[in-house]
């Protein structure tokens, strides 16, 4: 029998304790097991980096959400990031990455991956003969954000899907802007879909965490040994707190979009405001992509200051209901300037994002109270 996602996000892996009856599932919150005989762990589990039945049931939860065969769940996004690239790539293979992705993700490849011999090219998803000029026969990856982070351009996925398999290459999708509520890479001919779960996931600013979800076993086994042999797992308390926040996934992405929505069409009409990058817009180059890949367009806003970059840094101080933090994808609204914060690492680089740029994720709050902030910090 099959499932609506908001069903499965509250009961996939999360079936009632069966000693006890308990509601929900307990944090198995031990790092080793007692064994039947030496050799003969029960039920598999020996060591907590090598299995845990919490982390078992994020995993299998998160699979079900993005319609996967396994997901793996680890420390933080960057581990995930960092594991699937070492499982996957040798030393003068090539990754095409998209040319406004996230700082960290840029830093990964730039400043860690390189010093083994992982080569790398920046290009616009969105054109896909820019990506398709940027595949050279050593491609081992087309690593997409879809929105990306902070600009929120669309990726064609089927499109790029197809291309990375004639090419014989992996299509990666990082899927945390939109989550698996609004979109299905998976599904749409993607091999890996990332997320960091620290986001909409667990959607509470309480944790961190991040996820791989497969399309094939063989892929998913040969990053599950990687994982165990390099240690980048998530402890339970913290796989606990993220299926905690799963379970109210659908209703709070609900939320977000309606409030996203509204905040659009006060700054599309605000003279302080250059320009909005939200794929809700029909004036959004990814607009028809985004409207045939997602359910809706998400919470994630981002806007040019009509001021310039000082000014940019002023509305985001003088917020006070949007909270000035780096991080996005939790109940309450977050304000901040890539620039300077989350992408200070891509200065100077092909990655560097305008100065002049503000990044809003959007809570669930009142949405009048959020528009009245933006109103007094715009000045």
């Known amino acids: ?198 986001k909409y996931l667990g959607g509470h600013s309480d944790v961190v965490g991040g996820a791989l979800v497969f399309a094939d076993d063989e892929l998913a086994d040969q990053v599950a040994f990687y994982q165990n042999a390099m240690g980048a797992v998530n402890g339970p308390f913290d796989a606990w707190l993220t299926l905690r926040g799963i379970r109210t996934l659908g209703v709070r992405m609900d939320r977000h979009c309606d409030n996203a929505e509204r905040v659009v069409r006060f700054l599309a009409e605000h003279a302080a405001v250059a320009q909005v990058y939200y794929p809700g817009l029909p004036g959004h180059p990814g607009h028809e992509v985004a409207a045939a890949q997602m359910r809706r367009f998400g919470g994630m806003v981002s806007f040019r200051a009509a001021g310039g970059a000082e000014h940019a840094v002023r509305i985001c101080e003088r917020t006070r209901v949007f909270l000035l933090a780096e991080s996005l994808g939790g109940v309450e609204s977050l304000i901040e300037h890539p620039g300077r914060m989350t992408h200070a690492s891509a200065a100077g680089s092909p990655l560097e994002v305008p100065a002049d740029l503000v990044r809003l994720s959007v809570g669930i709050e009142t949405v009048d109270d959020l528009i009245a902030d933006l109103a007094q910090a715009l000045g």
């Open 1 to 198: 029998m099959s499932h609506g996602f908001e069903t499965l996000a509250i009961h996939a892996g999360q079936a009632p304790e069966p000693h006890t009856g308990a509601v929900i599932p307990p944090i198995f919150q031990t790092s080793t097991y007692a064994q039947a005989a030496v050799g003969a762990p029960r039920q598999g589990y020996e060591y907590s980096r090598s299995g845990n039945p919490t982390r078992d049931a994020l995993q299998e939860c998160l699979a079900a959400l993005e319609g996967g065969r396994r997901a793996l769940a680890f420390a933080s996004g960057l581990a995930a990031e960092d594991t699937l690239l070492r499982a996957v790539c040798r030393p003068g293979d090539h990754v095409v990455i998209p040319d406004d992705a996230y700082g960290g993700t840029y830093r990964l490849f730039a400043r860690v991956a390189e010093r083994w011999g992982l080569d790398w090219t920046a290009a616009d998803i969105c054109d896909p003969a820019a990506i398709r000029a940027a595949v050279t026969g050593h491609t081992r990856i087309l690593w997409l954000e879809t929105p990306t982070n902070p600009l929120l351009s669309i990726a064609d996925i089927p499109a790029l899907a197809e291309l990375a398999h004639e090419r014989e290459a992996l299509l990666v999708v990082d899927n945390t802007f939109a989550s698996p509520y609004l979109q299905r890479p998976l599904a749409l001919g993607a091999d890996v879909v990332v997320h960091s779960t620290t």
